[in-house]
């Protein structure tokens, strides 16, 4: 295509733009309109994509990272003609694919995006797929903006890409001025912009942005750049081609005020049609074997930390599945995803201590079609929870693992204790969550967790705990375990998981000493929970305790409690016992104890719930 038709098609792009925001009546024309001829010359002569089978394996694959922009997007699509002029008029609207930030619901959109600083380390890990598992010359565009070059997230993918040497990855920064409420951190100042990155061991090339000769050129250079990544940094003019909002600010978020006008200013309503380019023929071998995994066998009794069982179950996973890989943040020793490294090294990614960048490669890992288990500390994981959150609203299906969780670690102290993750994962849209108390269980479920939708997380315990089940045990998802039972004899109920499960057993065992027979529940999974089971303990006990390492507020009680306030049959009394309290250095046993989540707590709490407390 000659340049010429190709500026004829960027004014397209931004008239395109104008008319969708207008319909909206919303939506970011001037972010669109800024970025229109880099859209332009991709689409005409750099994407190479396949619209018609969008998994083909040498698809390149493009990223919009500032996704309110996504009216850009949706006219490229159009000038591709796999967007209607119809479907394209009902932007934003209830029902239209055409959303106000992409997600997946669009076929041809890999990722959701529209939280910024996210594109680039999703980017990130679609590269890290290309180049050392696919093995396919596929090119990983990231389309972003210059006020997401002040997220810390975007400079840990900076980073990573350049140590990995990414020159299968470009990142177009559009360099527009202007924010959302005035000039960004350094404006049109390209040469700021570069000295950080070309710090960090990036290509960079400066270029007009609106010049599609310079853009053709610098998207050429980036492809031809070898052993590491490109970054082409575009000046820009927010609301490009249109007096009235170009370069002004106040003009952010907002359809343009005369829309007519402006359309007519930019040449009018067009129909520009694009053959993008087909992608190579490519293959990518994925052998994935159809035979369970030889998962590790322990003694009834034997002390196994669960984080040691998540281990040698992820590394026997690995081994009859060729698409299940490994990522964690520099604590592979301690999560235990150092026996996967050690089994397939070229299945592993280390990440290190950079967890935004850890859960968004895996999110592009599993984007290009892999199942990938992220793991460290579940206290570190909040870090990247808006990945987390950004994962799910782009129905993206990873596997998150959480260590050190609790008050159980013991003297590492507060700093180092996830308290607080059960909540944040319950609360992630279509989550499920996992808490298992014992190394067969955790095998058992890291095995399960591979063929879920959505976003998954599995809790460790970094002791030891005593094996209760057998190998050949099965643990639904949505199901539990009743450990003690007494038929109708038992006066109330103990609910616990992980490590409170233990405590929960001994606690009982002295209750029936005393005459109190209770039943304990082991709630493994705590989304979903196991309604089922809680109702009829409920029904025949009418006092539910749950215990939980875990702060009070949107854990196992809460769960607990949802499962009841939402009808499933009686509510019975409930008590909650949690960590309240600020902790301290001290022994695995002194937390649980000062917590008052221990067993003594537990026959404490029972007692007093059926007013039956004795004098000692």
């Not at 997946?104 to 290309?130: E, F, H, I, N």
């Not at 299945?347 to 890992?365: N, P, T």
């Amino acid at each position: 295509m000659r340049y010429e038709t190709m500026s004829s098609l960027a004014q397209q792009l931004r008239v395109d733009a104008v008319r969708a925001t207008d319909a909206a009546g919303s939506g970011h024309p001037t972010s669109a309109m800024s970025a229109a001829e880099i859209g332009a010359v991709l689409l005409a002569r750099h994407l190479r994509y396949d619209f018609d089978r969008p998994d083909h394996p040498g698809n390149d694959r493009l990223v919009l990272s500032k996704g309110h922009a996504s009216p850009l997007l949706y006219a490229m699509y159009r000038a591709a003609g796999v967007v209607g002029e119809r479907e394209l008029l009902t932007f934003r609207r209830a029902g239209s694919l055409l959303e106000g930030h992409p997600t997946p619901r669009l076929p041809w959109v890999d990722v959701a995006t529209g939280s910024l600083g996210q594109g680039l380390p999703v980017g990130v890990g679609m590269a890290l797929a290309g180049k050392f598992l696919d093995r396919v010359p596929y090119q990983v565009w990231v389309v972003g903006g210059d006020s997401e070059m002040a997220e810390g997230s975007v400079w840990e993918a900076v980073e990573h890409a350049s140590y990995c040497r990414l020159d299968n990855l470009t990142l177009i920064v559009d360099v527009n001025r202007l924010g959302q409420r005035g000039p960004t951190r350094h404006q049109h100042d390209l040469g700021a912009y570069a000295e950080r990155l070309e710090a960090f061991g990036w290509h960079t090339v400066r270029i007009d942005g609106h010049d599609v000769e310079a853009v053709d050129a610098a998207l050429r250079e980036a492809r031809a750049t070898l052993h590491r990544p490109t970054a082409v940094l575009a000046a820009t003019r927010k609301g490009r081609g249109v007096a009235a909002v170009e370069n002004r600010e106040g003009m952010h978020g907002k359809p343009l005020p005369d829309a007519e006008a402006a359309i007519a200013e930019l040449g009018g309503i067009s129909d520009l049609r694009i053959q993008v380019t087909d992608p190579p023929a490519a293959l990518v071998p994925r052998p994935v074997v159809g035979v369970a995994p030889s998962l590790p066998r322990y003694d009834r009794g034997e002390k196994v930390a669960t984080r040691d069982a998540y281990g040698d179950a992820l590394a026997a996973l690995g081994g009859t599945r060729g698409d299940v890989v490994a990522l964690d943040g520099e604590v592979g020793d301690s999560t235990r995803t150092d026996r996967f490294a050690q089994a397939h090294p070229e299945r592993y990614f280390e990440c290190w201590i950079a967890e935004q960048q850890l859960v968004g490669a895996a999110v592009g890992l599993q984007a290009r079609g892999y199942v990938p288990y992220a793991s460290t500390f579940a206290a570190f994981l909040t870090r990247a929870h808006d990945f987390i959150r950004m994962a799910a609203v782009g129905r993206a299906g990873i596997n998150l693992v959480g260590s050190h969780a609790g008050v159980s670690i013991g003297q590492d102290g507060p700093s180092q204790m996830g308290l607080e993750d059960l909540a944040m994962m319950r609360a992630v849209h279509g989550s499920t969550v996992l808490y298992p108390c014992d190394a067969h269980q955790t095998a058992r479920l890291v095995v399960t967790m591979a063929d879920l939708d959505g976003v998954r997380y599995l809790r460790t315990t970094r002791g030891p705990t005593p094996v209760l089940y057998g190998p050949e045990e099965e643990f639904p998802v949505g199901g539990s375990k009743v450990l003690r039972d007494h038929g109708e004899d038992d006066r109330a109920t103990i609910v616990a998981a992980g490590v409170t499960v233990h405590e929960a057993l001994r606690a009982a065992d002295r209750l029936a000493e005393e005459g109190l027979p209770v039943r304990v529940i082991d709630l493994y999974s705590v989304k979903p929970v196991d309604t089922a089971t809680l109702d009829r303990a409920a029904g025949t006990t009418g006092c539910v305790l749950t215990v939980e390492d875990h702060r009070p507020e949107g854990g196992l009680g809460d769960a607990v409690a949802e499962a009841f306030a939402n009808g499933h049959g009686g509510v019975p009394r409930l008590a909650r016992l949690a960590v309240r309290s600020m902790p301290s250095s001290a022994t695995p046993e002194e937390q649980l104890h000062e917590a008052g989540i221990d067993a003594d707590a537990i026959v404490s709490a029972v007692e007093l719930m059926l007013e039956r407390v004795l004098v000692r």
